[in-house]
């Protein structure tokens, strides 16, 4: 079937949205694990069947889910993550400074050649890889035992690796984000990492431009200019045209340069999308108006998109996993809310439409495009 399938996940279950080409009419599939949180579902590039999901609860600790046949049917494939050779519960301590909480898993990033290979960020932060299709996780240890390790520091939603992006260019790079000690880049598969916040400043630290402790909200990039990563940090817009060796602020006329989400139009590299909120205390659209926001200058000038969405007492927010990109010719944009509602474009964000309402708090959105 050509069309798109819209996976969701949600502090109550996750659900599969799909729909043809022409992305008007939705069926809608759920809730899947219904009552579990789901951190974050997420399908492989190389095989339009395989979906991994990361499900989580207080009593019950942390599963890996897979689906080998589009979100139809799924099957419990892990509870266990191995720390350094160490089989890791819910506390361990491993030597260092300090113990560090296995708490859920935050983010799934599926290899882009192998449907067996995912990466893992997890919260306290820690990166993880399975190369067996989810049935066991090995960690990348030389992340947590970066010598900047003991100084990370929780941000509001936890001290979490939220964001992977691997570059299409070369298979041994990776970019990381962690909250809140700030954005790092591997050059080797995973084995050893680097700090790549020259040029960020964040006012809340004893050192405003210090090389870590930086509260990185997401990064995006596009498949044909991975030296080029865009940033929604705690405050400001950024961009790096150095594969993150070096920041500027791209903020521009935003109403405000706080928010969770960023993301890269399909086909087009310097134009992306923003959700700006309030403040960092007042987690809701500026005024009551959802709004999405585009550059298409790669930065500095933006203009608001609101046709469809709603424009008066409305006080969800967006947050940093629930924005996603389809790469039909007219490339779709989706995001959800935490009041439980999925938007839709299939214009790139000229009109939008709701997919579904009502489901619960939204934690992630990602998008398959089908052929």
């Known amino acids: 079937?050509?069309?798109?399938?819209?996976?969701?996940?949600?502090?109550?279950?996750?659900?599969?949205?799909?729909?043809?080409?022409?992305?008007?009419?939705?069926?809608?599939?759920?809730?899947?694990?219904?009552?579990?949180?789901?951190?974050?579902?997420?399908?492989?590039?190389?095989?339009?069947?395989?979906?991994?999901?990361s499900q989580s609860g207080g009593w019950f600790g942390?599963?890996?889910?897979?689906?080998?046949?589009?979100?139809?049917?799924?099957?419990?494939?892990?509870?266990?993550?191995?720390?350094?050779?160490?089989?890791?519960?819910?506390?361990?301590?491993?030597?260092?400074?300090?113990?560090?909480?296995?708490?859920?898993?935050?983010?799934?990033?599926?290899?882009?050649?192998?449907?067996?290979?995912?990466?893992?960020?997890?919260?306290?932060?820690?990166?993880?890889?399975?190369?067996d299709g989810g049935r066991s996780w090995h960690e990348l240890s030389g992340?947590?035992?970066?010598?900047?390790?003991?100084?990370?520091?929780?941000?509001?939603?936890?001290?979490?690796?939220?964001?992977?992006?691997?570059?299409?260019?070369?298979?041994?790079r990776i970019f990381i984000a962690i909250s809140a000690a700030g954005a790092?880049?591997?050059?080797?598969?995973?084995?050893?990492?680097?700090?790549?916040?020259?040029?960020?400043?964040?006012?809340?630290?004893?050192?405003?431009?210090?090389?870590?402790?930086?509260?990185?909200?997401n990064l995006a990039m596009h498949r044909s200019r991975p030296g080029v990563l865009f940033m929604q940090k705690h405050w400001d817009v950024m961009r790096s045209d150095d594969a993150g060796a070096s920041w500027h602020e791209i903020s521009g006329n935003l109403p405000t340069d706080f928010g969770f989400p960023i993301a890269v139009h399909a086909h087009e590299p310097e134009t992306i999308y923003v959700v700006p909120i309030t403040s960092d205390s007042q987690h809701f659209p500026p005024d009551g108006k959802l709004r999405v926001y585009r550059s298409r200058s790669g930065g500095g000038e933006w203009e608001p998109l609101t046709?469809?969405?709603?424009?008066?007492?409305?006080?969800?927010?967006?947050?940093?996993?629930?924005?996603?990109?389809?790469?039909?010719?007219s490339c779709g944009i989706y995001f959800g809310t935490t009041g439980g509602q999925v938007y839709a474009s299939a214009d790139s964000g000229d009109t939008w439409a709701p997919i579904v309402r009502d489901l619960p708090s939204v934690l992630s959105v990602e998008v398959q495009t089908l052929r």
Not at 98 to 116: G, I, Q, Y
Not at 307 to 329: E, I, K, W
Request: aromatic share 10%; net charge negative.
């Open 184 to 217: 790092f880049r591997s050059d080797d598969g995973g084995t050893t990492w680097q700090p790549i916040n020259h040029g960020l400043r964040s006012e809340f630290m004893p050192n405003p431009e210090a090389e870590v402790g930086h509260c990185v909200h």
């Open 62 to 131: 942390q599963q890996i889910q897979r689906s080998d046949d589009g979100g139809a049917t799924w099957e419990p494939v892990n509870n266990e993550f191995v720390y350094d050779g160490v089989p890791g519960t819910h506390q361990w301590y491993d030597g260092t400074q300090h113990p560090w909480e296995f708490k859920r898993v935050w983010h799934l990033e599926p290899s882009l050649s192998d449907p067996d290979t995912v990466y893992a960020g997890v919260e306290d932060a820690a990166m993880f890889r399975t190369t």
């Open 307 to 329: 046709n469809g969405l709603p424009q008066s007492n409305c006080y969800v927010n967006v947050l940093r996993d629930a924005m996603a990109v389809d790469t039909h010719a």
């Open 143 to 172: 992340l947590r035992k970066h010598t900047s390790g003991p100084s990370w520091q929780p941000g509001a939603g936890g001290m979490c690796l939220h964001t992977i992006i691997l570059d299409p260019s070369n298979p041994d």
């Open 1 to 53: 079937m050509s069309g798109v399938r819209v996976l969701v996940g949600t502090r109550k279950g996750a659900f599969v949205l799909t729909s043809d080409e022409k992305r008007e009419r939705w069926d809608v599939q759920g809730p899947h694990f219904p009552g579990w949180e789901i951190y974050h579902v997420k399908g492989s590039p190389a095989d339009p069947n395989r979906l991994y999901a």
